[in-house]
């Protein structure tokens, strides 16, 4: 079975800082690796996703995060926060070669402070 | 285009009684998902829809939740008996196809609230 970590569950930093936040992942196949976004009181935003070939993807709002099969990881990162970036984020997985439910991580709480 | 909707936004149950959240998908899309977000169990899969096949209900927490999806689009969820530990957001997702690589986006989610 596949499980998502995230090692973070708040990160607080101070506006236009760099951020990242930490995803690990278990499984036993090829995965797909997703990051979602949830402002408050609304649904999830899809930022980025990872389906095969560069290990470095771009999403949007400036996000990127890149793929580690070795270390199992698909950190997320941004090099400058805004106040807007505040919000939850969700790692999430789906394996290759599998109905395509989302097992998702804890999430991390991203405080942007001015 | 239009979004996923679902209603009710909010709901509020006393515990023992039968709820009905609903979920309308994209248009088209032939995959239907249901996930519940609680404080304590964060984001869980519970079932999914793929066109005319049989649901995959393999996160169905137990016999009291069950789920159909009329003409391949709106789906319902429904928890028979409600605990108070049935309360959470329940999100419902749509996508294209199933399969790992096509998105599924994200409805605004039902609120729900055992007394």
């Known amino acids: 079975a596949q499980s998502v970590t995230q090692l973070d569950s708040q990160v607080p930093v101070f506006e236009e800082a760099p951020v990242e936040l930490r995803c690990n992942y278990s499984s036993s196949v090829s995965v797909y690796l997703f990051w979602y976004v949830q402002y408050p009181n609304q649904g999830l935003q899809l930022l980025l996703k990872?389906?095969?070939?560069?290990?470095l993807v771009k999403g949007i709002n400036g996000f990127e995060a890149e793929f580690n099969k070795s270390q199992t990881s698909f950190h997320l990162r941004k090099p400058s926060v805004h106040i807007s970036d505040t919000a939850e984020y969700f790692c999430a997985v789906s394996e290759g070669n599998a109905g395509n439910m989302l097992t998702f991580g804890g999430g991390t709480r991203l405080m942007v402070k001015p | 285009g239009a979004g996923v909707s679902q209603s009710p936004s909010n709901k509020v149950t006393e515990k023992g009684k039968d709820v009905e959240l609903r979920c309308d998908p994209i248009?088209?899309?032939?995959?239907l998902y249901w996930y519940r977000q609680s404080l304590g169990q964060g984001l869980e899969f519970l079932i999914y829809f793929q066109g005319n096949s049989a649901p995959d209900k393999s996160g169905l927490p137990s016999d009291r939740f069950s789920a159909e999806r009329t003409g391949g689009s709106v789906s319902t969820l429904t928890i028979q008996r409600t605990q108070q530990e049935d309360s959470a957001v329940y999100l419902c997702?749509?996508?294209?196809?199933?399969?790992?690589?096509?998105?599924?986006?994200f409805g605004p989610g039902t609120r729900l609230t055992v007394t």
């Open positions: 248009s088209g899309h032939t995959a």
């Open positions: 990872y389906l095969s070939g560069s290990t």
């Open positions: 997702a749509s996508s294209l196809q199933t399969g790992g690589r096509y998105e599924q986006y």
